[in-house]
């Protein structure tokens, strides 16, 4: 065979993304956040007040391909009656350069405590949200996203 | 100069008195973080959608507060229980105050 050239294979082109993603961070990304700095912001927005697991559900991708767009949805479940309602939701990327991500204020004409919108991840990270009821409890979940090519812009 | 775009806003169908309503909006604005740099290097100054309301009949239903961390052409999905047919206002406003508003009648049979 003349042509001598190797065969192109699959993982070159690989490693040409990976090291193209990382100049691409190593450029552009600011410092990311660090779980201290969502405790914080907890701390800010909460005060003391005890934050309870549980009551709250976050569907959001396990593995994201793209940083830029992440689809999450958050429900809690209550009647939303006019005695038993969701006041705020809340949401935070501990991985940011920024961890406050969304702040929401429903009440009981909402009907259904359901949220649902679109994030930025600039790496892969924890996501948590907070909810507020109208008897003043605290209420948190969290979940881990994969995150292939970072919003290189969160 | 206004970054706001078109608006899109659609609501599930026959709605049903004393039932929620389920709301999708989207509005078009580039939400720049504030964290990304052009090509020279400079950073390009933050310019992102703050707020996004909704009221019905003239009374707020919705209130967000947005981040940089929401993501270009913010798009939200709610409920609100349809207890009568009444104008919904919604209403986006950026950190440099242009607003862009769009109104939808729910008509509840």
């Not at chain 1, 697991?53 to 994201?64: S, V």
């Not at chain 2, 947005?66 to 009568?84: C, G, M």
Request: charge should be positive; include cysteine; charged fraction near 20%.
């Amino acid at each position: 065979m003349a042509n001598g050239a190797p065969p192109l294979r699959p993982g070159r082109r690989r490693a040409l993304r990976a090291i193209a993603a990382g100049a691409c961070l190593l450029v552009a990304r600011p410092s990311t956040g660090t779980p201290d700095e969502v405790a914080a912001a907890l701390r800010e927005t909460f005060g003391d007040r005890p934050i309870t697991p549980g009551r709250i559900k976050l569907e959001i991708p396990r593995l994201a391909e793209n940083g830029n767009i992440v689809p999450v949805t958050i429900t809690v479940e209550s009647p939303m009656s006019e005695q038993d309602y969701v006041k705020s939701i809340h949401l935070f990327a501990e991985r940011n350069p920024l961890p406050r991500v969304l702040d929401v204020e429903l009440g009981p004409h909402n009907g259904r405590a359901r949220v649902a919108t679109r994030i930025r991840l600039a790496v892969s990270q924890q996501v948590r949200a907070v909810t507020v009821m109208s008897d003043g409890t605290l209420w948190t979940t969290a979940a881990d996203v994969e995150v292939t090519v970072g919003g290189c812009d969160p | 100069m206004s970054r706001f775009g078109k608006v899109w806003v659609r609501l599930s169908e026959n709605p049903k008195r004393g039932e929620p309503v389920e709301i999708r909006a989207m509005v078009v604005h580039p939400m720049e973080s504030g964290f990304r740099l052009d090509n020279v290097g400079h950073p390009i100054p933050r310019h992102i959608v703050s707020t996004f309301t909704c009221a019905y009949g003239g009374k707020d239903v919705f209130r967000a507060k947005l981040h940089p961390a929401i993501s270009t052409n913010p798009y939200f999905v709610f409920y609100v229980v349809a207890t009568q047919s009444a104008d919904l206002l919604f209403t986006w406003t950026d950190d440099r105050g242009e607003v862009a508003t769009h109104n939808v009648r729910l008509e509840v049979a």
